[in-house]
């Protein structure tokens, strides 16, 4: 069964750091784009970073400087390295990447169980 596997997360103080990352777990055949969504609560799940197959990279605004992604294709794993960290950055983080299972299948997104981060003093 082919599955995202988050880890890392936590609390962490007001400009600290954090990283968290994720791996495909299961038999695929291609791993496509790769990236982090969050959710705060009472609001809508947002687009934080993504990270093209080929490297390419896509940040939201509001963590451009701070937050960096990297992937490992040898590995198929994704990791988000969250510096200078605020508590509007307080949310679940949910791992997504677009997997095609075999090679007559289409890519497919699938997504993580989410991991808390939690940014407070």
């Known amino acids: 069964q082919v599955q995202l596997v988050e880890s890392g997360g936590g609390l962490v103080r007001p400009g600290g750091s954090l990283r968290v990352s994720c791996a495909v777990s299961?038999?695929?055949?291609?791993?496509?784009?790769m990236g982090w969504y969050r959710q705060a609560p009472g609001k809508q799940r947002e687009l934080v970073a993504s990270?093209?197959?080929?490297?390419?990279?896509n940040y939201a605004d509001s963590v451009k400087g701070r937050f960096t992604i990297s992937r490992d294709n040898a590995k198929n794993t994704v990791s988000l390295q969250m510096n200078s960290l605020k508590p509007e950055d307080t949310a679940v983080y949910y791992c997504?990447?677009?997997?095609?299972?075999?090679?007559?299948?289409?890519?497919?997104?699938?997504w993580g169980q989410g991991t808390q981060v939690t940014v407070s003093s």
């Open positions: 990270i093209a197959s080929g490297g390419s990279t």
């Open positions: 299961g038999s695929i055949f291609a791993v496509n784009a």
């Open positions: 997504n990447a677009g997997l095609t299972v075999d090679y007559y299948s289409d890519s497919v997104d699938y």
